[in-house]
Nanobody, 122 residues
Framework: QLQASGGGLVQAGGSLRLSCAAS????????MGWFRQAPGKEREFVAA????????YYADSVKGRFTISRTNGASRVYLQMNSLNPEDTAVYYC?????????????????WGQGTQVTVSS
């Protein structure tokens, strides 16, 4: 199971750090990703990190503001979010990748957390 936490209410320009913890099994050999879904919109890719942690991938909308990292020993994945703006408001989900497909598409991920709400006020 994956458990996401760290969401909350923050003013525009502020920062939040999301955390995703794995329990019951290890995802140390899987790529991990963060997706988000805003009200009335489809779920979209935010960021991903390879199993080794040496490669990371970002949506253009968050590049330069968000940083994904992982600690395999603790089976945790983090998303540091800086310079937040109201367009970042969404429920954020962490997921473990399965197979060798693209990091950018949700269909490549087989395990999902329950989501954590991020609200950015203007």
């Amino acid at each position: 199971q994956l458990q996401a936490s760290g969401g909350g209410l923050v003013q525009a320009g502020g920062s939040l750090r999301l955390s995703c913890a794995a329990s019951g099994c290890s995802f140390s050999t899987d790529g991990m990703g963060w997706f988000r879904q805003a009200p009335g919109k489809e779920r979209e890719f935010v960021a991903a990190v390879s199993a080794s942690g040496t490669s990371s991938y970002y949506a253009d909308s968050v590049k330069g503001r968000f940083t994904i990292s992982r600690t395999n020993g603790a089976s945790r994945v983090y998303l540091q979010m800086n310079s937040l703006n109201p367009e970042d408001t969404a429920v954020y989900y962490c997921a473990a990748k399965t197979g060798t497909g693209s990091y950018y598409y949700s269909r490549g991920y087989g395990h999902w957390g329950q989501g954590t709400q991020v609200t950015v006020s203007s």
